[in-house]
């Protein structure tokens, strides 16, 4: 029997995936080296009474044999997307895997402090505006993707 949710964090390098997953979590767990996530990262928080399980991957393309192994058994995604560089090409291919196996996903757009433009996008999800070094938008952006599984 699973508990709760398994949530995995995807995005280019640098898009602030971790930030957004130490932000969210209450308890977290990262494999580093040189500040670069090498493997992935962990972490878990209660969130209306639902444990969550937050994973967030690497985003470089060295370490891109990690995201089916990460991802397997996911429940749901979060994108995040740098605003300033908008969606990259590997951000769409995790889209278009997503959106290919019907797991629901929503895109953070993150670093709205520093591009506070609308992020351009032909995907039929929502678009959450984020700052995750300040945690402006993270919950409000789970608890979208959490009402999709109602």
Known sequence: MKMGKKIVIF????????????????KITKVEYKGITVALDYGNLTLDGEKIHLFATPGHERFKFMLKIIAAGLDGAIIVVDNTRGITPAEERIMDSLEKRNIPYVIFANKQDLN??????????????TIATNGIGLVKGLKILLGKFQ
């Open 11 to 26: 995005g280019d390098y640098d898009s602030g995936k971790t930030t957004t997953l130490e932000k969210l979590s209450e």
């Open 116 to 129: 506070d433009s609308t992020l351009k996008t032909n995907r039929e999800t929502e678009v959450v505006p």
